[in-house]
């Protein structure tokens, strides 16, 4: 079955330090996403892709980075990391299908991450 | 205007009532309306979702109402179930075909048994 896989699973690090995430699909999507989830905030987004060699940045993107080199895969880095950036991250992926503005996203199980 | 407003933040209801989750939004170019169940440790996943062009729509014991000239709509769930207890957002999307969600906040829902 098709499936969207995050790595790892859970994380701490320290202030300072380069955390990548991982995010792998199945299902070939061409769209995929990464967002923070935090009480009281809901899910924010951070950064997305259409499609391979495409990025943009979603409405919580300081301080973070991605970069999409084949359709299954869209890992989402952290150059520095703050304390502020210690929170439940979610990828997620969806299909582009012309002439229809909306698809049903697919969600990843989150990696909870730790910034000492 | 991208914002969408969720409310309650959390809700306590006992088993068999109906919770009501409400979601409203300003910008008129959102055109599509779902809403995300979400388990503890687990990702969020599609429960249901609505266009602007119908007023009401049922999957089961869910259902959502759309009041478009409000900018409201609301999912409620019938005969809630223990088992219904998890959060939920709702979202939109606008349709400029950037397959892009603005959530809402979530709302905490407990089913007691």
């Known amino acids: 079955d098709a499936e969207i896989t995050q790595s790892p699973r859970h994380k701490i690090t320290e202030t300072g330090r380069q955390v990548t995430l991982a995010c792998h699909q199945t299902?070939?999507?061409?769209?995929m996403f990464w967002y923070r989830q935090d009480l009281g905030h809901g899910l924010r987004l951070i950064h997305y892709s259409y499609g391979v060699h495409d990025t943009n940045k979603g409405e919580v993107s300081d301080g973070y980075s991605v970069s999409r080199s084949n359709t299954e895969d869209l890992p989402l880095t952290l150059e520095s990391a703050a304390s502020s950036q210690t929170s439940v991250y979610f990828c997620?992926?969806?299909?582009?299908?012309?002439?229809?503005?909306?698809?049903?996203?697919?969600f990843g199980p989150g990696t909870r991450l730790t910034v000492l | 205007q991208q914002q969408v407003k969720q409310s309650p933040q959390s809700l306590i209801v006992q088993k068999g009532g109906i919770p009501i989750i409400n979601c409203a939004y300003e910008n008129t170019a959102f055109d599509y309306f779902p809403w995300y169940q979400q388990f503890p440790g687990k990702g969020p996943a599609l429960l249901i979702a609505?266009?602007?062009?119908?007023s009401e729509k049922k999957e089961g014991r869910f259902t959502i109402s759309f009041n478009k000239s409000a900018k409201q709509f609301s999912l409620h769930i019938m005969d809630s179930q223990p088992g219904d207890s998890a959060t939920y957002f709702c979202?939109?999307?606008?349709?400029?075909?950037?397959?892009?969600?603005?959530f809402g906040t979530g709302t905490r829902l407990k089913v007691l048994a």
């Open positions: 997620a992926s969806s299909e582009s299908a012309p002439g229809r503005s909306y698809n049903e996203q697919f």
């Open positions: 979202a939109a999307s606008m349709a400029s075909g950037t397959y892009k969600y603005i």
């Open positions: 609505i266009r602007p062009d119908v």
């Open positions: 299902w070939n999507h061409n769209n």
